[in-house]
């Protein structure tokens, strides 16, 4: 039995910021699995990729991350462009990977299911359902509203989202995901039609604004903390999601789980590549200046 298990693409990832370009491993897995690795957490990885790219489940292995793998046809290929401003990025796909299945999950028990789908057909609505009879289900939403179309990335609703809410009971957005799914940018009235469509828990993640969280008709603002030096945006919401669920484990309030999933977010943004810390580096920073909301 594990306390998490995170479902979703490794994927290869190009990152071109104005200072540099990189290539790296990526995906919301890449990043929760590096960020929860070093937490007094049961955790397990299912992700799928090419057999040619092995070596990043290998890696992942070698860090101490359980992973079930299924070996496909092609990794998923993300091109990542940021400007001066990290909160926003400009994104290419130039590979798609294979579809989740029930097959994959139905051995596999845990506390909370976080999916992490890339694309809009990563994660059929089938297996959401399937996970919920399981566990809780975590969802960070952002694949669902992807659509591929010659490599480009288009913003797309997601059909399926007041059937499949239902079944979800964290859901995570950033501010603009939101906007896409509800029609409004009012964060809280946002968050409550997303709660009236079934999700139980709502985390909408602003950037440097912060986050606020919905829960029981509760709204908790949860301040950004101010990183040293802001260098790479890409998995800081995988970061704070790892952060935040660990504490919801650990029985942890909605406040003090938001506050610790965003104090690793801001140590994350400030180097390339994933969360390498651990709970005591977040636990240093928890009291140290916070940006306003």
């Not at 401003?85 to 130039?94: A, I």
């Not at 009879?133 to 975590?138: A, D, I, P, T, Y």
């Not at 968050?191 to 908790?220: C, M, N, P, Q």
Request: charged share 25%; glycine share 10%; net charge neutral.
């Amino acid at each position: 039995m594990y306390d998490i298990c995170c479902i979703g693409h490794l994927t290869l990832d190009k990152v071109i910021t104005p200072d540099s370009s990189l290539h790296m491993a990526g995906g919301t897995s890449f990043y929760f699995s590096n960020a929860i690795r070093n937490m007094d957490a049961r955790y397990i990885l299912i992700t799928s990729l090419a057999e040619k790219e092995k070596r990043f489940v290998e890696n992942l292995r070698e860090k101490g991350v359980t992973v079930n793998v299924s070996y496909g046809s092609k990794t998923v290929y993300f091109e990542n462009i940021y400007s001066r401003n990290l909160d926003h990025r400009e994104q290419k796909v130039l590979q798609t990977g294979d579809i989740f299945s029930l097959d994959q999950i139905e051995e596999i028990e845990a506390t909370i299911f976080h999916l992490g789908p890339l694309l809009a057909g990563d994660i059929p609505l089938g297996v959401i359902k399937a996970l919920s009879e399981k566990g809780k289900v975590s969802l960070d939403v952002q694949g669902y509203l992807r659509k591929v179309k010659n490599q480009n990335v288009y913003s797309i609703d997601w059909r399926d989202k007041r059937e499949a809410l239902q079944f979800v009971d964290i859901l995570k957005a950033n501010e603009t995901e939101m906007v896409k799914l509800t029609g409004t940018g009012d964060v809280r009235k946002g968050a409550k039609l997303l709660r009236d469509w079934g999700a139980k828990e709502i985390v909408i993640t602003l950037g440097s604004k912060g986050s606020v969280i919905y829960a029981d008709h509760t709204f908790y603002d949860i301040p950004a903390f101010v990183p040293a030096r802001e260098t790479d945006a890409t998995g800081c919401g995988d970061t704070y999601m790892a952060g935040y669920l660990y504490q919801r484990i650990k029985h942890a309030g909605i406040q003090e789980a938001g506050e610790f999933g965003a104090a690793m977010a801001s140590l994350k943004i400030e180097s390339h590549g994933p969360f390498t810390g651990t709970e005591a580096d977040v636990l240093k920073i928890l009291y140290g200046n916070k940006k306003g909301m």
